[in-house]
């Protein structure tokens, strides 16, 4: 069991994590210049903002948890509320 | 036997489950949905119309189309994969219920007119609420309760609906029905409350959660979708679907965000899935309802994928809260990978099942010229990504490591959702053979440039986001906690309420008692203390004693009655 306990897994090394971080950073990067070189169709005029669809899932999850985040204060209730 | 509708097959299995045992129980519940498929494949013509007569009624059994076909084909294959998914559990009720459910579900597609469509609503209803009860746990009976209330009042209204539409028109036929009357709008709660619209849809994300481990995944594969089914023949191009759709896309990421049981998580991504779906219904035209039909088809295979995973945690870990799981890679590699292919084809990747049917929606919405609910769905779309796309791998099996080292998921399990990822693959890569299922013609091909830029864009900043909150510690923690919704009427309000009514009618009950007797007492007290009180026959007597000398007078008459009228 011990030795078990002790078997380094992928994500333990901070080294893996790191490149793991450095090639989706990487990733990011390359898709918001292939939007400069890559001639998208425009079906919506909001299209036609560079990368709109990059800014757009970006601000999109980030409202998404500062809401989710202001709901919980209304809504959060303790495990067994219902139980009482 | 060409004559036999498919889900007699079901139901026939169902019996003989139940009179075998062991292996032999096992072979038959693998072969009933294989046996189904190929009657269904061989036997069974598009435009195949089988009647019978109760009454006066003529009833159609079988109604055989395109559209019919591809979600009878959908749940022979969902209830095969869930079969091997829940072939360990060895409980006859999860058993047989599983089989009448299927089989009802494919009675329900095949449904001709809407009397025989509300049997196999109701039988829906009955068979599904045992996966909830089969937990035995007494908040999952509870559960189970207002599951089963809530399904059997979309039964009622779907009864109502159809007597006041045979009223209307003569016709039990059903076809499309339209909300130009009564009966329209009562058939449109029916089926609104099986497919979870907001407001309606607590049932689900009350009820999944509670269910065995191998019984959601059973679940979630065909109420809603009978229910899609339904709205697709019904109410095709009703325009507030879209807006409905629109808004069951919207809310219930919030939920999922804050959720803290994973299949809970889940549960609010399906209602998420399901309003994909109703919009494209609502918006009517060949793409969007080939779009809604196709994204029915793929959800049934990803999400069912997605709960076996969560199934699987629950059923080594005993619980899928996302507070106290973490780091599970470790020990269960296989179910992880599953998991992952599972959140990329909901969340929509290219070469994933999820991208080659709702882009043919989110493609509808902006040809129909829905421009700001388009804006709406791609936060929807982004936010599924982010809820059930990254939240439920990452913080099952990543995250910070909890220490748990359970077990790889059994043999069955694993297979399960192997096929179930191997079609989430296959239907992504290659799209052209459920697309040459669709009812509708259409020529739609999901794969050009700017597509699968547009949506890597959208899903990898998306993913930046998450990273970027956890990064900036802005994101909100897994807590143990329940989130108040529309549940909180009815079970914390209405209860409340009505004991307050209690409270308040009981003290209204006391005041008009002091208010009547403090008088009485007054009159007797003067009349104590009048001169008549003196007399005997005043005096106040011993209810007893009257009782004493009415039994005497009544055996006096009885004995008069006996020896002198004689």
């Known amino acids: 069991m011990s030795e078990k306990e002790q078997k380094k897994y992928f994500f333990d090394k901070p080294k893996n994590v790191q490149w793991t971080m450095r090639i989706f950073y990487i990733i990011c990067v390359l898709l918001v210049l292939a939007d400069f070189i890559i001639h998208r169709h425009i079906g919506l005029p909001w299209e036609e903002i560079p990368a709109f669809y990059a800014l757009y899932g970006f601000v999109a999850c980030v409202v998404l948890v500062v809401i989710a985040k202001e709901m919980r204060k209304i809504v959060m209730r303790k495990e067994n509320y219902y139980d009482e | ?566």
Not at chain 2, 421 to 441: D, F, K
Request: proline fraction near 3%.
């Open chain 2, 1 to 566: 036997m060409s004559e036999l509708p498919p889900f007699a097959l079901y139901f026939i299995a169902a019996c003989l489950v139940l009179a075998s045992q062991g292996t032999v129980r096992k072979v038959i519940l693998l072969a009933t949905p294989v046996i189904a498929a190929l009657h269904i494949w061989l036997n069974i013509d598009t435009g195949t119309l089988s009647t019978y007569a109760i009454l006066n009624f003529e009833l159609t059994l079988m109604r055989t189309d395109k559209l019919s076909l591809l979600f009878a084909y959908l749940f022979c294959l969902a209830s095969f994969i869930s079969t091997i998914f829940a072939l360990h559990v060895n409980d006859a009720k999860q058993e047989i219920a599983g089989l009448v459910y299927a089989g009802s579900a494919l009675g329900a597609v095949f449904a001709g007119d809407l009397i025989t469509l509300f049997i196999f609503w109701e039988l829906l209803a009955i068979s599904s609420v045992v996966f909830i009860w089969a937990r035995g746990t007494e908040r999952a009976i509870d559960a189970g309760m207002r599951y089963l209330i809530f399904q059997i009042t979309s039964g009622v209204f779907l009864l109502a609906g159809a007597l006041a539409h045979y009223h209307a028109t003569g016709s039990l036929a059903f076809g499309n029905i339209g909300l130009e009357s009564v009966a329209g709008w009562l058939i449109l709660v029916a089926f609104g409350i099986k497919s979870a619209f907001p407001f309606l849809h607590s049932w689900l994300t009350d009820g999944y959660p509670e269910a065995t481990a191998t019984g959601t995944v059973f679940l979630s594969a065909f109420t809603t979708k009978v229910a899609v089914y339904a709205l697709a023949r019904g109410f095709a191009g009703e325009e507030i679907l879209v807006y409905i759709g629109v808004t069951m896309a919207c809310f219930p990421i919030f939920y999922a965000v804050i959720e803290n049981d994973l299949r809970k998580v889940l549960a609010y991504s399906l209602i998420n899935q399901v309003g994909f779906m109703v919009t494209g219904i609502g918006i009517g035209t060949a793409l969007a309802m080939n779009g809604a039909v196709a994204h029915a088809f793929s959800d049934v295979i990803f999400k069912g994928l997605l709960f076996m995973t969560m199934g699987a945690v629950l059923y080594r870990v005993g619980h899928a809260n996302g507070s106290d799981l973490g780091g599970l890679y470790k020990s269960m590699p296989k179910t992880t990978v599953f998991c992952i292919i599972g959140a990329m084809s909901i969340s929509a990747f290219p070469l994933f099942s999820g991208f080659v049917s709702k882009s043919m929606i989110m493609s509808a919405l902006m040809l129909e010229d829905y421009s700001y609910l388009w804006l709406f769905m791609l936060f929807a779309s982004a936010g599924v990504f982010h809820h059930a796309g990254i939240k439920i791998p990452y913080f099952a099996f990543f995250a910070h490591d909890s220490g748990l080292r359970p077990q790889e998921a059994p043999t069955n399990m694993l297979i399960a959702m192997g096929l179930a990822a191997t079609l989430c693959i296959l239907i992504g890569v290659q799209p052209q053979y459920l697309y040459s299922l669709l009812p509708w013609e259409v020529d739609y091909w999901p794969y050009d440039t700017t597509h699968v830029l547009a949506q890597l864009q959208l899903l990898f900043f998306s993913a930046l986001a998450f990273v970027w909150l956890n990064k900036r510690g802005m994101y909100p923690p897994e807590l143990h906690s329940v989130n108040l919704d529309v549940e909180w009427l009815y079970r914390k309000i209405l209860p409340e309420g009505v004991y307050r009514c209690l409270i308040f009618l009981h003290s209204i009950k006391e005041s008009v008692m002091t208010a009547a007797i403090a008088p009485m007492y007054s009159i007797r007290n003067s009349f104590s203390q009048s001169s008549i009180a003196k007399y005997h026959l005043s005096e106040s007597w011993p209810t007893g004693s009257m009782v004493f000398w009415v039994s005497i007078i009544l055996v006096a008459y009885l004995l008069l009655d006996i020896f002198v009228y004689r």
